[in-house]
Every structure is written in C-alpha cells, then in structure tokens.
C-alpha cells in the first residue's frame, strides 16, 4: 500500500517481495506445492494472500513471510483473490466455477457464490466494500452483493 515493495507469485511455486526502488529480492515465501497464480496485499500492508494451482490459497505475514493460514476448500485451482477495503474478509475465485468469501481472521468460508458455468478468473472488490466483481471463462462477469451473496447483475457479451 505505501509503495516499497512489490510482490510477485510465480510458477516456481513461490512468491517473492522485492523492493520496489532497487529491485532486489527482500523475502521469498514458499509453501504452495504448485504455481502461484494470483497476489495481493491486504490494505493495512501486514498480510499477502495468494492463490495457487494447488487449490489452495494462502495468508502470509508480510513482515516475516510465514504462512499465517491456508484456506481450503475450492476443488480446482485457485485463479484469483482479492481482500476487502477493511481487511476483514478474502475472495478466491476458482477453477470450480465458485467464488468464496472467507474470513480474514479465521480462514473460515463464509459463502459460497455460485452462478458461473465455466472456470471464474478474476475477482475484485468495489472500493466500499458492497460488491464482489466476477469474470469467468463462460464469457459473462458478474456483480455480487458481498453480504448476502446475491448475484445482483450479470454482464454478457465478451
């Protein structure tokens, strides 16, 4: 969030923070078993989530690169993920044609969104929080309600 770093997540299974002045490598994280898709941080700067091929996505402390939880429950890879405004919960959207919420804390899944007929490779959060953004390989996106889980709107014509 402040700039200095920048993380990246690779099909070497890992996912590495680099100083974004000199480019040199700050800290590699490892315990993905398969590649690693998708990278965000949270928006206090503390944790990264990634998402990974082996269906799995993972909570890490930014500061020491542990994993802090891995949150599983998608049955295919894990395409995207995406942390909400206040950090309180994390969106994956998977291979399983799913978007899930979870919470942050915990790694408990919250809901389950269904609605997607083929694989969802993107998720996004709106800036306020209220609604979850879904792109999937069935040629439509989605507008969610975050809360309730409700499909609100589906965009069809890519």
Do not use: F, Q
Request: hydrophobic share 30%.
């Amino acid at each position: 969030p402040d700039g200095k770093w920048i993380v990246t997540g690779s099909g070497d299974k890992t996912v590495r923070i680099w100083d974004a002045e000199t480019g040199k490598e700050i800290r590699k994280l490892e315990g993905h078993s398969s590649a690693v898709y998708s990278v965000v941080i949270s928006p206090d700067g503390k944790r990264i989530v990634t998402g990974s091929d082996d269906k799995t996505a993972r909570i890490w402390d930014a500061e020491t690169g542990k994993e802090v939880r891995k949150l599983e429950g998608h049955s295919e890879p894990v395409n995207s993920v995406a942390i909400s405004p206040d950090g309180k919960w994390i969106v994956t959207g998977s291979g399983d044609k799913t978007v899930r919420i979870w919470d942050a804390e915990t790694g408990k899944e919250i809901r389950k969104l269904e609605g997607h007929s083929s694989a969802v490779y993107s998720v996004v959060i709106s800036p306020d929080g209220k609604r979850i953004v879904t792109g999937s390989d069935d040629k439509t996106a989605r507008i969610w309600d975050a809360e309730t889980g409700k499909e609100i709107r589906k965009l069809e014509g890519h």
